[in-house]
């Protein structure tokens, strides 16, 4: 594995490869975020965060030219678990690794790859359309990004299996930044399944993920998050959903030490939706850290979040959601629930639902709670012979049926429920 | 004498004995139910035994001595005004957290049940069917019933068999199974429920609360029929706690017991279910309010 020996230097980030409008952007890009402070917890949308311990000085960025080649076992397990594909893309330390796309795909001008090397001159207007630059980690990202995966559906193509996007951390001590930017084209119909794992290293990694919804297409997003316990993740998901379009996003978040996750979903063109749905549970020092914005600016676009999440042994969680309805978003409605289960008593779990209406013709609803598994489950269950640990399996397990139920990849299912039990058993 | 009254002289307590010394007489056993008793030898009887049990809340005593015997075969009602204690009698015997024992025991077969925790009085053979069955969201009947069955040593491969034989026989619309535990059920479709998972675990004693309440005649009747077969069918013994008569016109009673205010005030066969039906509580000293 490469030994980082860099800084977050502007020498650094001209060592990366690619045209000039990427060294540009790059270089603005630390410019700008050399001039504003890391974020604190004395900020709002880093409250009960722990980003005050972040060391910045611990990471340096993976500037290698070339990712290491090959696929290792275990990014193959990752990528056969989603199970049949349109399409193979690995990114190894944010760098392309390997890429297989189903040839008739190619031949409907599907393009899976890095956007480099995919798409060198209209990049410049992808990279960056949906997320913008809301923090200091963005623009650290972008400073030094090295290759972005690209998924491009052109208008009317509708694929019948999704495309598997892994993006491996090996460097330890590194800092990565992955990009995955995903276009769906008009009247278009996609599933892609993007899987964030690493080996065994202590890590940093900021991903950006942006998704673009063209009118009337349909998104299907599914993001496995298993880094290793030694991993900082402080990723950010940006979607924007046009006109009558839809964008089903479904997050399971079992690894990584502090994994943030940062989702703004823009409903931008009138009659859109777009639902939301996290899995979480973290067990021994883990933290999961959740901040949404459902943002409502075009008329009659329906959002719909359900985040849940379990925390065990002196893991905490973060969930922080504002729902936000601008002016002119009339006829639109809303919906957001963020439910948590403490299972031990020195884990914590914090839910922060927000409501910011600018607009009077809209249905908007929120809940959500925290609280330790039900004692009248927990008896009834006992009442008909389940010994309290079986009890407490089934409890969970069905806590998180619900929504493991719901995620777009009906191959993934079962082995997310099969790691929530493990996750529940482990000592 | 039937198979069912040998049974309990074996153990040198008919049940015609246990009964009489209430006042009450006791059923003609199996045969009078239509269906043969099972054979003498094969289940010598079982007896759950209720002495001088006091058991509250941390705040108050709501159970203020309460004696029963219960064999099997047999059909104990409890009747009594809201606020009684019958649903804490209920629960008490399940070992619902929050209940606490004063003083007194339950006793299944000599076991002293207040010792266990809840899911080992179930195994030791003891169901309580609750007023309001709890919802369980996510959780198949099949998989509780198979978790059930996992730690009493039984194949759980025979829970679907088992679950579809049961809902049949009480006409239980095979595609509530599915559904998970008590959710989007109305009240009869939960008893319903909770009537299959009583036939799946073949319960020694059966503690009904309320069983009546929130369901209609014909779901009372089809839960009503099947425990009333299965006293004959497993020799299941049947604590029936009870505001109202009408459950007893399916189920019928060996013995009827009147709870008030905490304690047991008369003890009866069903005429005396009858004459509460004429006299309501109050000759026990309880208005219409039930206080």
Same mark, same amino acid.
């Given at each position: 594995?490469?030994?980082?020996?860099?800084?977050?230097?502007?020498?650094?980030?001209?060592?990366?490869?690619?045209?000039?409008?990427?060294?540009?952007?790059?270089?603005?890009?630390?410019?700008?975020?050399?001039?504003?402070?890391?974020?604190?917890?004395?900020?709002?949308?880093?409250?009960?965060?722990?980003?005050? %311990?972040?060391?910045?000085?611990?990471?340096?960025? +993976?500037? *290698?030219?070339?990712?290491?080649? @090959? !696929?290792? $076992?275990? &990014?193959?397990?990752?990528?056969?678990?989603?199970?049949?594909?349109?399409?193979?893309?690995?990114?190894?330390?944010?760098?392309?690794?390997?890429?297989?796309?189903?040839?008739?795909?190619?031949?409907?001008?599907?393009?899976?790859?890095?956007?480099?090397?995919?798409?060198?001159?209209?990049?410049?207007?992808?990279?960056?359309?949906?997320?913008?630059?809301?923090?200091?980690?963005?623009?650290?990202?972008?400073?030094?990004?090295?290759?972005?995966?690209?998924?491009?559906?052109?208008?009317?193509?509708?694929?019948?299996?999704?495309?598997?996007?892994?993006?491996?951390?090996?460097?330890?001590?590194?800092?990565?930044?992955?990009?995955?930017?995903?276009?769906?084209? %008009?009247?278009?119909?996609?599933?892609?399944?993007? +899987?964030? *794992?690493?080996?065994?290293?202590? @890590? !940093?990694? $900021?991903? &950006?993920?942006?998704?673009?919804?063209?009118?009337?297409?349909?998104?299907?997003?599914?993001?496995?998050?298993?880094?290793?316990?030694?991993?900082?993740?402080?990723?950010?998901?940006?979607?924007?959903?046009?006109?009558?379009?839809?964008?089903?996003?479904?997050?399971?978040?079992?690894?990584?030490?502090?994994?943030?996750?940062?989702?703004?979903?823009?409903?931008?063109?009138?009659?859109?939706?777009?639902?939301?749905?996290?899995?979480?549970?973290?067990?021994?020092?883990?933290?999961?850290?959740?901040?949404?914005?459902?943002?409502?600016?075009?008329?009659?676009?329906?959002?719909?979040?359900?985040?849940?999440?379990?925390?065990?042994?002196?893991?905490?969680?973060?969930?922080?959601?504002?729902?936000?309805?601008?002016?002119?978003?009339?006829?639109?409605?809303?919906?957001?629930?963020?439910?948590?289960?403490?299972?031990?008593?020195?884990?914590?779990?914090?839910?922060?639902?927000?409501?910011?209406?600018?607009?009077?013709?809209?249905?908007?609803?929120?809940?959500?709670?925290?609280?330790?598994?039900?004692?009248?489950?927990?008896?009834?269950?006992?009442?008909?012979?389940?010994?309290?640990?079986?009890?407490?399996?089934?409890?969970?397990?069905?806590?998180?049926?619900?929504?493991?139920?719901?995620?777009?990849?009906?191959?993934?299912?079962?082995?997310?429920?099969?790691?929530?039990?493990?996750?529940?058993?482990?000592? | 004498?039937?198979?069912?009254?040998?049974?309990?002289?074996?153990?040198?307590?008919?049940?015609?004995?246990?009964?009489?010394?209430?006042?009450?007489?006791?059923?003609?056993?199996?045969?009078?139910?239509?269906?043969?008793?099972?054979?003498?030898?094969?289940?010598?009887?079982?007896?759950?035994?209720?002495?001088?049990?006091?058991?509250?809340?941390?705040?108050?005593?709501?159970?203020?001595?309460?004696?029963?015997?219960?064999?099997?075969?047999?059909?104990?009602?409890?009747?009594?005004?809201?606020?009684?204690?019958?649903?804490?009698?209920?629960?008490?015997?399940?070992?619902?957290?929050?209940?606490?024992?004063?003083?007194?025991?339950?006793?299944?077969?000599?076991?002293?049940?207040?010792?266990?925790?809840?899911?080992?009085?179930?195994?030791?053979?003891?169901?309580?069917?609750?007023?309001?069955?709890?919802?369980?969201?996510?959780?198949?009947?099949?998989?509780?019933?198979?978790?059930?069955?996992?730690?009493?040593?039984?194949?759980?491969?025979?829970?679907?068999?088992?679950?579809?034989?049961?809902?049949?026989?009480?006409?239980?619309?095979?595609?509530?199974?599915?559904?998970?535990?008590?959710?989007?059920?109305?009240?009869?479709?939960?008893?319903?429920?909770?009537?299959?998972?009583?036939?799946?675990?073949?319960?020694?004693?059966?503690?009904?609360?309320?069983?009546?309440?929130?369901?209609?005649?014909?779901?009372?009747?089809?839960?009503?029929?099947?425990?009333?077969?299965?006293?004959?069918?497993?020799?299941?013994?049947?604590?029936?706690?009870?505001?109202?008569?009408?459950?007893?016109?399916?189920?019928?009673?060996?013995?009827?017991?009147?709870?008030?205010?905490?304690?047991?005030?008369?003890?009866?066969?069903?005429?005396?279910?009858?004459?509460?039906?004429?006299?309501?509580?109050?000759?026990?000293?309880?208005?219409?309010?039930?206080?």
């Amino acid at each position: 594995m490469t030994t980082p020996s860099t800084e977050f230097t502007a020498d650094a980030a001209a060592a990366l490869p690619g045209p000039a409008w990427m060294q540009q952007r790059r270089a603005d890009a630390l410019a700008r975020f050399e001039a504003r402070a890391l974020p604190t917890e004395a900020e709002e949308v880093w409250r009960y965060s722990r980003i005050d %311990e972040l060391d910045l000085s611990a990471y340096r960025p +993976v500037v *290698a030219r070339e990712a290491p080649t @090959g !696929l290792p $076992a275990a &990014v193959t397990a990752v990528a056969d678990a989603a199970g049949p594909r349109s399409g193979l893309l690995v990114m190894r330390d944010g760098r392309l690794s390997h890429a297989e796309l189903r040839d008739d795909l190619s031949a409907k001008g599907v393009v899976l790859g890095s956007l480099l090397q995919a798409a060198p001159d209209e990049g410049a207007e992808v990279l960056g359309a949906v997320a913008g630059a809301p923090d200091a980690f963005v623009e650290l990202a972008t400073a030094f990004l090295g290759e972005a995966a690209f998924v491009r559906v052109p208008s009317k193509v509708e694929l019948d299996a999704p495309l598997v996007v892994v993006h491996w951390l090996d460097t330890d001590g590194g800092a990565v930044f992955p990009r995955t930017l995903v276009q769906v084209g %008009e009247s278009s119909q996609a599933g892609v399944i993007e +899987v964030a *794992a690493s080996d065994d290293v202590a @890590g !940093l990694a $900021a991903p &950006v993920v942006e998704l673009d919804v063209g009118d009337a297409a349909n998104l299907a997003y599914l993001g496995l998050q298993q880094l290793g316990s030694r991993v900082w993740q402080v990723a950010y998901q940006a979607s924007r959903v046009g006109r009558d379009a839809s964008l089903r996003s479904f997050t399971a978040a079992l690894g990584g030490g502090y994994a943030r996750l940062r989702t703004d979903s823009r409903l931008a063109g009138q009659g859109g939706s777009t639902q939301l749905m996290a899995a979480f549970f973290g067990a021994g020092d883990q933290m999961h850290d959740f901040r949404t914005l459902q943002d409502h600016d075009a008329p009659r676009t329906t959002s719909d979040l359900l985040f849940k999440g379990a925390v065990r042994d002196r893991a905490r969680s973060v969930y922080s959601g504002l729902i936000r309805i601008r002016h002119g978003a009339h006829g639109s409605n809303a919906f957001q629930t963020n439910r948590n289960l403490v299972l031990s008593e020195g884990a914590h779990a914090d839910s922060v639902p927000n409501l910011e209406i600018e607009e009077n013709d809209v249905r908007c609803s929120h809940a959500s709670t925290v609280g330790p598994i039900d004692e009248e489950q927990r008896y009834y269950l006992e009442s008909r012979g389940v010994p309290p640990a079986a009890a407490d399996r089934l409890i969970v397990g069905g806590f998180f049926g619900d929504i493991l139920d719901r995620a777009p990849a009906p191959g993934v299912r079962a082995r997310l429920r099969q790691a929530v039990n493990d996750r529940l058993e482990s000592d | 004498m039937t198979p069912a009254r040998e049974a309990g002289g074996d153990r040198g307590a008919p049940a015609r004995e246990a009964g009489g010394d209430r006042g009450a007489p006791a059923r003609e056993a199996g045969g009078d139910r239509g269906a043969p008793a099972r054979e003498a030898g094969a289940d010598q009887g079982s007896v759950l035994s209720v002495v001088g049990l006091r058991a509250g809340v941390p705040e108050r005593e709501i159970l203020e001595g309460i004696d029963l015997e219960l064999r099997s075969g047999e059909v104990h009602a409890v009747m009594g005004p809201n606020g009684s204690g019958k649903s804490t009698l209920a629960h008490v015997l399940m070992g619902r957290p929050g209940i606490r024992v004063t003083a007194g025991g339950v006793s299944l077969d000599g076991i002293d049940l207040l010792a266990l925790p809840t899911w080992k009085r179930a195994q030791a053979g003891l169901f309580l069917l609750p007023q309001y069955p709890t919802e369980v969201p996510g959780v198949s009947l099949d998989d509780a019933l198979g978790e059930a069955l996992t730690a009493a040593g039984r194949d759980r491969a025979e829970v679907p068999e088992l679950v579809a034989a049961e809902a049949s026989r009480i006409g239980f619309d095979p595609r509530f199974l599915d559904r998970p535990l008590n959710v989007d059920l109305s009240g009869g479709e939960k008893k319903r429920n909770e009537t299959v998972q009583l036939g799946v675990l073949g319960p020694r004693f059966a503690v009904l609360d309320e069983v009546d309440s929130g369901l209609d005649i014909d779901a009372l009747r089809a839960v009503a029929r099947r425990i009333e077969a299965a006293t004959t069918e497993s020799n299941l013994g049947v604590l029936a706690i009870t505001h109202y008569t009408r459950l007893l016109h399916v189920l019928r009673a060996d013995a009827v017991h009147v709870l008030v205010r905490g304690s047991i005030v008369a003890s009866g066969g069903p005429e005396l279910a009858e004459e509460l039906e004429q006299t309501g509580y109050a000759p026990y000293g309880v208005d219409e309010r039930g206080t």
